[in-house]
């Protein structure tokens, strides 16, 4: 399917015109984007939505990456997450499939739902969360957390 719209053009916001770093004092040269017309015609070509695909080659899902290179040789390295067909099947992640060797709670809550975000004392003014002074010990953050999030 294909969608086309004519709209402003998002470079010189219509005005046909383009101030750029270069253009100063009054200064402007004609869009090319636009050609100096301030209309741009938007093309989107897409496949519709049926339904979600599987993926092949994958075994375990990650609700989030804060920042670190997954990979390996499964089994060798804990980077939590569940089984693939748990997640493509509907299942939520369960406690203890967050990234616990490699983060603390507050890190990993600040990407995957900041609603359950620590708002623990210890952890504000570190700067960096592996700066903080609980960071080495995060095992005993994680089950402070295990703790105050029991159903």
């Known amino acids: 399917m294909k969608v086309e719209l004519d709209i402003e053009c998002p470079d010189c916001k219509g005005t046909g015109l383009y101030v750029g770093f270069a253009e100063r004092d009054g200064y402007a040269v004609v869009c090319h984007k636009c050609k100096g017309s301030g209309k741009f015609r938007y093309v989107m070509e897409y496949e519709p939505f049926s339904e979600r695909k599987p993926r092949e080659g994958i075994h375990t899902v990650v609700q989030v990456n804060p920042g670190y290179q997954l990979g390996g040789e499964k089994g060798k390295l804990d980077f939590g997450g ?54 080495a010990h995060k095992s005993e953050c994680w089950e402070r957390w295990d703790k105050e999030h029991t159903k």
């Open 82 to 135: 569940m089984p693939y067909s748990d997640w493509a099947s509907g299942k939520d992640f369960p406690a203890g499939s967050e990234m616990r060797r490699c983060v603390c709670p507050a890190c990993w809550y600040q990407n995957a739902d900041y609603d359950k975000m620590p708002k623990w004392e210890e952890c504000f003014g570190c700067g960096r969360f592996s700066d903080c002074k609980s960071f």
